[in-house]
């Protein structure tokens, strides 16, 4: 079964840092770019960031650009997202998700599979 | 950045009705927009990619049309599993990726 299981969330004060996981499971996990996308309490979806099947190529919301690093080990078929300086604004679920397109493909296209996500509260 | 406007906010739809939900893009899109169904406390589900084609497992009832800077996800004959926020994304041009702000599809 093709499954993303995000953890690492929590609650963190303002300023503070935080690494958020993603496992992958039932895929080629290095054919596939992957993403962080969240949702802000009783708001909508937001992209924060994406790579590239081998992370040559990292992409970033300018929300977060400068704070929020993404990467991937594909030895241990995982997704990370090492956010730093956080601020309230943060808060929210964070879903790691897969690109649709396999084959190593060299641009971000949409997401086909999704994890149930990851929640992190900023506030003091 | 593309800005994606969806409308209405939110629909009021009898079950065994037709939802009509818009997405509208800031600039072209050409056909690179993806339409996805979100319940809560699920992960958001791929329902329609390149505008008009339906996801592996999607059924008939929901349709995507569109192209350039309007388009339109059709579900008719609602059933009850179908009410959700709905949310368009375009990959044309990036970074970034953008999602519309959603449309809530809850029931009359």
């Known amino acids: 079964e093709v499954q993303l299981v995000e953890s690492g969330g929590g609650l963190v004060q303002p300023g503070r840092s935080l690494r958020l996981s993603c496992a992958a499971s039932g895929f080629t996990f290095d054919d596939y770019a992957m993403y962080w996308v969240r949702q802000p309490p009783g708001k909508g979806l937001e992209w924060v960031s994406g790579i590239n099947w081998k992370s040559g190529k990292m992409v970033y919301a300018d929300s977060v650009k400068g704070r929020f690093t993404i990467s991937r080990d594909n030895a241990k078929k995982s997704l990370y997202l090492e956010m730093n300086s956080l601020r309230p604004e943060d808060t929210g679920l964070y879903y790691c998700?897969?690109?649709?397109?396999?084959?190593?493909?060299?641009?971000?296209?949409?997401?086909?599979?999704w994890g149930k996500g990851t929640s992190v509260t900023v506030s003091s | 950045e593309i800005v994606m406007t969806q409308s209405p906010a939110t629909l009021s739809v009898s079950p065994g009705e037709r939802a009509t939900l818009s997405c509208r893009a800031s600039?072209?899109?050409?056909?690179?927009l993806a339409w996805y169904q979100h319940k809560p406390g699920q992960a958001p589900r791929l329902l329609i990619y390149?505008?008009?084609t339906r996801a592996t497992g999607v059924a008939a009832r929901f349709t995507g049309s569109g192209s350039g800077t309007e388009f339109t996800l059709t579900i008719t004959s609602l059933q009850s599993e179908d009410f959700a926020v709905y949310y368009c994304?375009?990959?044309?041009?990036?970074?970034?990726?953008?999602f519309g702000g959603g449309t809530k599809v809850d029931i009359k």
């Open positions: 600039q072209s899109v050409s056909s690179n």
């Open positions: 994304q375009q990959y044309d041009n990036w970074p970034p990726l953008t």
């Open positions: 998700a897969r690109d649709a397109i396999a084959g190593r493909p060299v641009y971000f296209y949409y997401m086909d599979v």
């Open positions: 390149g505008a008009s």
